[in-house]
């Protein structure tokens, strides 16, 4: 009897660390970034969704001349600590005759100097002074753990506030994200902010952790009993990362904003559907305005129409500085 129990145990932890084992896999790849540059340099596979969607794929010429012209300027180098302790970094450029500050907000493992490459020459030469955020774990911020905005939203509040306590003319703050920076800033609108925050531009955010690792678990891997999957990740989230995958979600904090909101995304993206846009554009509640750009892919919209893209958010600062 007692070997028949040793037995039936064994078999149900053997059945248990199977059923895991997927599980912290996908976290480890999704989630848990501390050995992200290793894996970056051995480029095992490359997704065809994340290939086709980069501005490399169409733009090149105008991707790296952006990063180029970041390159070159005379940043100035800011830190603070996040409200779990971690060092975050961000590169501060100021412009001549500012009319306002910008706070840029990258994507997913990203970088300001990539995302914004093609926007921050336009915004800089128009007057904005303008802040690069490395969201944690990316660029020369810790951290452990990419938390789909859960934790970067009150990254993105202690920054609106570094930049509050340094602009001593009180001019007008912007708070302006691409793909998880902008999901990062639509969750941050939903807290307390400086006065100053006049507005926000989010291009291609999505609506929450579950709904993209979902899309992506789903169109991506074609990986079945999608839920069973986040049932798991969701639990070394908790576990781990110190934050739950519902934590990363725009719908309350859209439905507590109250500051105008410039939505843009690409009519082709399959990073991230533009049925996300939709959402978050019907949930909030302050003034705002949908811009989908077809035949534009992935933080493509700027790309392919460049004057469209521009002379919206020209007229978005005009309208609320």
Not at 28 to 56: A, D, G, Y
Not at 212 to 229: C, R, S, Y
């Amino acid at each position: 009897m007692r070997d028949k129990a040793i037995k039936i145990l064994g078999a149900v932890s053997v059945a248990v660390s199977v059923f895991m084992a997927s599980g912290w896999s996908f976290f480890k790849m999704t989630v848990r970034c501390k050995e992200q540059k290793r894996l970056i340099k051995k480029k095992w596979f490359q997704l065809s969704h994340i290939k086709v969607n980069h501005p490399r794929h169409k733009f090149e010429k105008e991707y790296e001349d952006g990063k180029a012209w970041c390159m070159q300027q005379n940043m100035q180098d800011c830190y603070l600590s996040s409200r779990d302790g971690l060092m975050l970094h961000a590169y501060y450029l100021p412009a001549r005759n500012a009319k306002r500050f910008v706070l840029l907000s990258h994507g997913y493992k990203g970088s300001g100097f990539g995302d914004f490459a093609y926007t921050s020459r336009f915004l800089h030469e128009n007057h904005c002074n303008l802040l690069f955020i490395d969201q944690r774990c990316c660029g020369a911020s810790k951290g452990e753990y990419i938390t789909f905005g859960a934790m970067e939203q009150y990254d993105i509040k202690k920054w609106a506030y570094f930049i509050s306590k340094r602009n001593y003319k009180k001019l007008p703050i912007y708070l302006y994200g691409e793909s998880m920076g902008a999901a990062s800033v639509l969750m941050a609108s939903g807290n307390k902010l400086p006065d100053e925050v006049r507005g926000l531009i989010s291009d291609c955010g999505f609506r929450s952790m579950k709904g993209q690792v979902q899309d992506m678990a789903a169109n991506w891997f074609h990986l079945h009993w999608v839920g069973l999957l986040l049932f798991r990740l969701d639990l070394f989230c908790r576990i781990l990362a110190g934050f739950r995958m519902k934590d990363a979600d725009t719908t309350r904090a859209l439905e507590r904003n109250k500051r105008p909101i410039l939505f843009f995304h690409g009519a082709e993206d399959t990073y991230v559907d533009q049925r996300n846009s939709r959402y978050n554009y019907a949930v909030c509640r302050a003034p705002k305005e949908l811009v989908v750009i077809p035949e534009a892919r992935h933080l493509c919209s700027a790309y392919v129409e460049p004057e469209l893209y521009r002379e919206k958010v020209l007229e978005f600062f005009a309208k609320y500085d």
